[in-house]
């Protein structure tokens, strides 16, 4: 029929008469932003790798670094990181091409400032900072120690448990063997010394155990050579 | 509480002639006091109203509307005059300078005159006209005048345009418009607005005149100049029709009208199709306040639903749906009463 269409549009707006506002009161209340919202671009200096790719995906020129060279050596360092944001379009590309994390957006969206200059935000090199490459090489080293030590003390206990099977793996002979093991047991600087050149350098070790055993050998023939003259 | 308003008057047209005054010249006096109180009426009305539309359309859209200044942002329109009056007024060079500075006065005081005969409770009316309907209708039909008036001094093309619209769509709604009030005046016999309540002590004339209140409603729509029917204004278009070239308190005085106007039809509605002022346990003034509001709501909540109409189709609607079936509503009525008459129920 005619005219059902109006009371139906006059229904739709009546329901939403009811219906409770959608406005944000923005100053008022912060309004309540999407976990991904791509507010303002932040940088982790810390976290940086220098490695670029950033700047180099960057499709307005927002991103730029600055670098100076440490001496004597071919690496470069980085001095400050500036984003200039008012060329951002938000496009979260170098969000995504960053291997290291350090690029990422914010949920501030009162980007306004009073000065033009103010909108480049440009992050200096802490003060208190290493060179980032330095302090991954002490990392790394601190990390491979670690495991070593591990695998040092994981081998002084296996030697102490059950030192023959071990020891057979860097010298051979019963005998020298048996005198190793014996050796092991009986002092635990040579379990100490066995075990970490075991882990480092198996042929070192082979050597030293040799030079144990012969030293043993030869302590044994002159501590008691009249047992052994009397038979 | 009844009789608050004419107990006043009686009392201050006999203070007046105690201090010895001619009872001719007290009553002037108070018919000046009234048309004062009139004013004041349309003036709180204003108020009232441009910020209860703006509340009311934002409710429908979901939006909270003017929330800043006072409770609920009661206090905005208050701040919107006074920055309206503060505003420069230009007179375009090329206007028409008398014409362009008479139209919103005129405008202005068609609708002033729109509330001398509407009863705004028992005995309360400035002017007990036995003509009432007919004087609001044909005074209501002025403010077409002023409005080309405002197109035509504008000297601007969208003025004109919207002044043409305006003319061509307000005359053609007058007609259903009085045609539809006709059924009722028929019905009753009188063309006074206080004999039309009377009759309505039974029963409102909404129930024995529906087909004459839609197109009342309509053709009322219509002579506001109130969304779906707002041309001659249509902002998208004609950046605000003949209205245009006014600035500051010449437009606020537009603006003033316009919502007076929305006040008298509604109040006229209210009237002749409502009840008037009759109704249960409140005081009469209360109850023609509440059913105008009652009005100006479904006014709102229709301005606020629907899309504007396209011009050609807002004459075709006029002449060749709503005249036919106001005639046709005539003709009804004619038979009823005859048919009625005949039977000895009435």
Redesign the interface.
């Given at each position: 029929m005619q005219g059902t269409g109006?009371l139906k549009?006059?229904g739709?707006?009546?329901k939403?008469?009811f219906?409770?506002?959608?406005?944000e009161?923005y100053p008022d209340v912060m309004p309540e932003l999407p976990e991904r919202y791509r507010g303002c671009l932040q940088y982790d200096f810390k976290k940086c790798i220098v490695c670029g790719i950033c700047i180099n995906t960057c499709p307005n020129d927002v991103l730029s670094m600055e670098t100076e060279k440490v001496e004597n050596s071919k690496k470069k360092r980085l001095l400050s990181y500036t984003i200039d944001f008012q060329y951002c379009m938000f496009c979260n590309l170098c969000v995504e091409a960053c291997p290291a994390s350090c690029l990422y957006f914010n949920q501030n969206f009162e980007l306004s400032v009073y000065n033009r200059d103010d909108i480049r935000m440009v992050y200096l090199r802490p003060a208190d900072m290493v060179d980032t490459e330095e302090a991954a090489n002490d990392q790394a080293e601190d990390q491979q120690q670690d495991k070593e030590q591990k695998q040092i003390n994981a081998m002084i206990t296996a030697l102490n448990k059950n030192p023959q099977k071990i020891v057979a793996k860097i010298i051979a002979g019963e005998e020298e063997v048996s005198i190793l093991a014996e050796l092991i047991l009986r002092d635990e600087k040579i379990a100490a010394k066995i075990a970490e050149l075991m882990v480092k350098d198996k042929e070192k070790a082979a050597k030293v155990a040799a030079g144990f055993v012969n030293k043993e050998k030869k302590n044994r023939q002159n501590s008691d050579p009249v047992p052994k003259g009397g038979e | 509480m009844e009789h608050w308003f004419t107990d006043l008057f009686l009392a201050f047209t006999g203070w007046l002639v105690g201090l010895g005054l001619s009872p001719v010249l007290a009553d002037a006096a108070l018919l000046i006091i009234k048309w004062i109180i009139i004013v004041a009426i349309i003036i709180l009305n204003i108020i009232i109203l441009i910020w209860l539309e703006r509340k009311?359309s934002?409710?429908?859209?979901?939006?909270?509307g003017p929330n800043r200044l006072g409770p609920f942002g009661a206090f905005q329109t208050i701040a919107d005059a006074l920055k309206l009056m503060t505003k420069e007024d230009i007179v375009p060079s090329a206007a028409d300078k008398l014409i362009f500075k008479t139209a919103p006065m005129l405008f202005i005081v068609v609708s002033v005159l729109l509330y001398s005969v509407i009863p705004l409770g028992q005995d309360m009316q400035v002017l007990d006209l036995n003509v009432g309907i007919l004087f609001f209708i044909s005074i209501g039909s002025l403010s077409t005048i002023a409005i080309l008036m405002a197109g035509w001094g504008s000297d601007n093309k969208w003025s004109l345009i919207g002044a043409f619209r305006s003319v061509a769509q307000m005359v053609s709604y007058a007609v259903p418009l009085a045609f539809s009030l006709l059924g009722v005046v028929m019905i009753t016999g009188s063309l006074n607005l206080q004999d039309i309540v009377a009759a309505q002590d039974n029963v409102w004339f909404i129930v024995l005149q529906p087909i004459a209140f839609i197109t009342y409603f309509i053709s009322a729509t219509a002579e506001l100049n109130r969304g779906p029917f707002d041309m001659p204004e249509a902002e998208q278009e004609l950046t605000g029709g003949a209205y245009t070239e006014y600035t500051g308190m010449r437009w606020a005085l537009f603006f003033l009208a316009e919502y007076t106007n929305l006040v008298a039809v509604s109040a006229l509605m209210a009237t002749v199709f409502l009840g008037g002022w009759q109704g249960p346990w409140l005081p009469s003034w209360l109850w023609i306040i509440i059913k105008t509001y009652a009005v100006i709501l479904v006014f709102f909540?229709?301005k606020?639903?629907?899309p504007r109409i396209r011009m050609d189709h807002l004459m075709s609607f006029s002449w060749k749906i709503l005249v036919p079936v106001s005639l046709a509503n005539i003709l009804l009525t004619g038979a009823g009463i005859y048919f009625f008459q005949g039977m000895g129920w009435c």
């Open positions: 109006l549009g006059l739709v707006t009546l939403h008469f219906q409770r506002e959608i406005t009161q | 009311i934002a409710f429908f859209q979901e939006r909270l909540w229709i606020w639903t629907f």
